[in-house]
């Protein structure tokens, strides 16, 4: 069954300039080693536009998102919650890594990623 989970083209442009202006280190170091090209063995989305929020990293079939905290994501708690809460309610599921844990700790960060995805396609 096609869905277009929750697509936002109002927040194309934005997300587009994301993944070509403004990428964090750390989402480069995530993208290259684990998510681009199917290395996990499914498909992820970079700066994906998903009702009013644009997520970091989402993969379709499974309707995970991966998020990696940086510095601006500590200055706004209770809207980061509510985001959460948002895609939550909209059946998603999240994993959350800081900037230091993919920058320094990639074995764990994948580690956590394949064991949500073999979590998920049990799930099915």
């Keep these: 069954m096609y869905t277009n989970n929750h697509y936002n083209k109002n927040l194309k442009e934005f997300a587009r300039e994301l ?3 403004s990428i964090s280190k750390a989402e480069k170091r995530i993208w290259k080693a684990l998510l681009s090209r199917k290395q996990t063995g499914e498909r ?3 700066q994906r536009p998903i009702h ?3 997520v970091d990293f989402f993969c379709p079939d499974l309707k995970l998102i991966i998020e990696i905290d940086g510095n601006s994501h500590y200055h706004k708690p209770e809207y980061d919650a509510y ?3 948002s895609l939550l309610e909209l059946g998603y599921h999240i994993i959350r890594f800081s900037e230091g844990e993919v920058l320094n700790q ?11 995805i073999y979590a998920l396609k049990e799930q099915r």
């Excluded at 960060?109 to 394949?114: A, E, L, M, N, Q």
């Design 19 to 21: 993944r070509s202006e």
């Design 44 to 46: 992820f989305l970079r």
């Design 52 to 54: 009013r929020f644009i």
């Design 106 to 116: 990639l074995d764990a960060v994948s580690d956590r990623i394949k064991h949500a």
């Design 83 to 85: 985001r959460q809460k």
